[in-house]
Nanobody, 124 residues
Framework: QVQLVESGGGLVQAGGSLRLSCTASGRTFSSYTMGWFRQAPGKEREFVAA????????YYADSVKGRFTISRDNAKNTVYLQMNSLKPEDTAVYYC?????????????????WGQGTQVTVSS
């Protein structure tokens, strides 16, 4: 069993930055593909970014490409999402997710473990 706990959300003005963290329990984190998703009110949960176990491959949604950066530190069992140039449309609850695979995954149904989410609000 793996537990994921997100942190780092908050309120920021448009153009600002936030860094989200997701810390995992369990010894198998280093073998997991990790992803970040987000869900705005009244909308479906959508893919944001993913990273393979060894950080060799990353993938981003078009809406965040060039502004967000996903990274991980396996020694700390932590995956990060650096968010720059934030826009009001980035406002959502952000979730991290993980699953035991060596490939990048972008669908919510492909991930087994989920965190509880952290709120990000971007004011205009």
């Amino acid at each position: 069993q793996v537990q994921l706990v997100e942190s780092g959300g908050g309120l920021v003005q448009a153009g600002g930055s936030l860094r989200l963290s997701c810390t995992a329990s369990g010894r198998t984190f280093s073998s997991y593909t990790m992803g970040w998703f987000r869900q705005a009110p009244g909308k479906e949960r959508e893919f944001v970014a993913a990273i393979t176990w060894n950080s060799a491959s990353v993938y981003y949604a078009d809406s965040v490409k060039g502004r967000f950066t996903i990274s991980r530190d396996n020694a700390k069992n932590t995956v990060y999402l650096q968010m720059n140039s934030l826009k009001p449309e980035d406002t959502a609850v952000y979730y991290c997710a993980g699953t035991s695979t060596t490939v990048l995954l972008t669908h919510t149904g492909s991930y087994v473990y989920w965190g509880q989410g952290t709120q990000v609000t971007v004011s205009s």
